[in-house]
């Protein structure tokens, strides 16, 4: 016989080393905690419902209580011997209280345990998720609100396009955290289902109180099939989804922070406590934990594709593949958490160039369309008023003249409905001042916008 938990029907023991590739207790003892709250839901649940005595329950109980306060002053040691965190707490209950430990396994299989530590695992740890993009938010508004009226340009195909304000861009992150942090928050529906009492996969015979189960960890709902219960990881995938899309996000304003601090740009600096030098070059100042950000969006994607491959056309209910879903999920929460907070720090330290921001939309004949509206308005159809600024555009930069610059004379040859007027019109802070529409850059529309989110944020 083995000397595993498990070992009654086995002959032979196996090598150290093939011990080693089945066990997870690297990693998944961070879900001791878990394991122990789990387990002592579940032993109280069996001596209400008389399935093991008062007296079983309470040394149980005492025993689990004892390994909490072990975990908690770093006492606890685990052994690779007893492959998971499920079987060392186990193995550690019973040095604890003598073979009376067995019983707290009556009802339960591991593979509903795992389930259940790992959602629970997930669910204590989404709200920090949920707090870190609060407080990012809220720097998000701040700033939008600071720079509501500060003039930068526009890209499309990282060309200069419209003249925007810079708190219009802010605003436009705060947007897609506003999302992210939607999805994170249904993310918590799926997680929120108790997997415990499915047992092995097609429930018990003892007659178990899963309800109460649930009311003690805190879940709000019950996995209604055993089948599914202990096969389901959509909570996981969802975490490691909504992760993705989430360092998408961060990623993109990485790069443009990135981009945007070059000597070449220089529309802001990043704070010195978040930028490294160079041990070469003295001058260097480098944006390294924007760009770890955006280095560790490649990472969470990994994660996430690496548990969709696990998960494919896996056969129900539990097989030993899933134990590869902690460590994607462990990770990708540091992983977010961190950037987010980064993000959240190199923001609150940003120093913004906004006369630099202005001057580049002054000589980029972003104000273009400016003209062309203008021409349009004057009642020529806009297509002939594109192709007229079009031809005023090869002009100007044949000259070097920038449209504003170029005289009434000059404009009135190219079109001549052309006024006066037109100068007031072709400057970037009027082009922005009259993009009112819903959702335009106008600074009176930012205004607007930064009150919207400061209450969705305050209705949280
Ligand atoms: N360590 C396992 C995991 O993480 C626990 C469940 C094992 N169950 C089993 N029948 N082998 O998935």
Redesign the pocket.
Known sequence: MSDKLWGGRFTAKAAEWVDEFGA?IHF?QKMAAEDIEGSLAHVKMLGKQQIITADEAQKITEGLELLQQDLLNGQLTFDVKNE?I?MNIEALLTEKIGSVAGKLHTARS??DQ?ATDFHLWVKHRLPRVLDALDELQHELVQLADKYSHTVMSGYTHLQHAQPITYGHYLLAYFEMFQRDYERFEFNQKHTNILPLGAAALAGTTFPIDRAFVAEQLGFNQIYHNSLDAVSDRDFALEFLSNSSILMMHLSRMAEEMILWSTYEFNYIEISDDFSTGSSIMPQKKNADFAELVRGKTGRTFGSLMALLTTMKALPLA?N?D??ED?EQVFDVMDTVLASIKIFTGMLNGLTVHEERMLESTTHDFSNATELADYLATKGIPFREAHAIVGQLVLQGIQQNTALQDMSLEVLQQAASVIDEDIYQVLDAKVAVDRRVSLGGTAPSNVQNEVQRALNILQER
Request: cysteine-free; overall charge positive; hydrophobic content about 15%.
């Open positions: 997870s998944d998971d499920h591991r593979n795992v539990y030993k899933m134990q902690k």
